[in-house]
Structures are given as C-alpha cells and as structure tokens.
C-alpha cells in the first residue's frame, strides 16, 4: 500500500482531525515556555537565589518524565 503526505489530511477515518490535534497540541506545548525551563533551568534556578540549582533542575526533569507515562496512561484509558 502506498500513501504520501496528503493522506495526512484526509478525512477518512479521522486521520484530518488527529492531524490537526497532534499540531494543536505540540504548537500549544512550544507556546507554554515549558522548554525554556528544561533547557536553561539551572541559570534561572541560580539567578533567582535557589542554591543547588542542578538538583532543581533533576527534580524537574524527573518530574516531567513521570508525568509524562501518566499523561499516556490517562490517553490510552480515555482514548480518541
């Protein structure tokens, strides 16, 4: 079976409408500034007074990667 890129917005089986929701949703989560934490953490964290700021840092990042299999838990449960 051969398909391009332009099946992508099709309508059939809601293949336009998951498109769609996966751009919404990394354009939605670029918006929120969450990156400019995971990647610059440890400079804000230090300019702000936090003493260890690297742990800071770790603690966020491990955070975000629990988070992260509950948020595909509570998808795969839910569904769309």
Do not use: H, P
């Not at 059939?12 to 751009?23: A, P, Q, S």
């Not at 969450?34 to 610059?40: E, T």
């Not at 936090?50 to 966020?60: A, E, G, K, P």
């Amino acid at each position: 079976m051969k398909s391009g890129w332009i099946d992508c917005f099709r309508r059939k089986d809601k293949t336009l409408y998951r498109t769609l929701l996966g751009m919404s949703l990394q354009s939605l989560q670029q918006l929120t500034g969450a990156n400019y934490f995971f990647y610059y953490g440890a400079t804000i964290f230090q300019s702000v007074g936090i003493r260890d700021s690297f742990v800071t840092q770790i603690i966020l990042g491990v955070v975000n990667f629990v988070c992260t299999f509950g948020g595909l838990y509570v998808m795969e449960r839910v569904g769309v």
